[in-house]
């Protein structure tokens, strides 16, 4: 009899949340958003702090819980590297986060409300050849913190 190890149990547990979203999934209503969207007005923010970087995938959402919709952005770095940042309100102008590694290939972003206490989480997963990964960030403070995840650092 096979024998799941706690990570196993955890990548199982995320995976089955990224199959079969529930209720409170997404704000907004959309669940998942697989190509970007280049003409949310938030792009604008983005292009002028990254002009030269190519956008892989977006979603709209409500990072920091200020009932202001902001953008999360997938973007390729450079060949070997994919970033994702947030441009979000802060204080009435928008800001972009610091970046935070990617997956490189097949990466999909989910909003969840984990643990029903705002900001909502983003759960990333993608992989890299035949590495996969998976993280769940809350956005805190305008930046991107990991709260728990496995294998991202070989799919990013």
Request: charged content about 20%.
């Amino acid at each position: 009899m096979t024998r799941l190890v706690p990570w196993g149990a955890a990548l199982l547990c995320a995976l089955f949340l990224l199959a079969f979203p529930g209720p409170g999934a997404a704000p907004g209503g959309a669940e998942d958003v697989f190509l970007p969207v280049t003409s949310h007005p938030l792009m604008a923010v983005f292009r002028k702090s990254l002009p030269d970087r190519e956008v892989l995938l977006t979603t709209p959402g409500d990072c920091n819980a200020d009932g202001i919709e902001d953008l999360v952005v997938v973007y390729r770095e450079d060949r070997d590297k994919n970033h994702m940042v947030a441009v979000y309100s802060d204080g009435g102008a928008f800001r972009l986060s610091a970046p935070v590694r990617a997956p490189l290939e097949n990466c999909r972003l989910q909003w969840r409300d984990i643990d029903e206490v705002p900001p909502v989480e983003l759960l990333v997963s993608g992989q890299k050849g035949i590495y996969i990964g998976y993280a769940v960030f809350r956005f805190v403070d305008g930046e991107w913190i990991s709260l728990f995840g496995d294998g991202m650092d070989g799919c990013c």
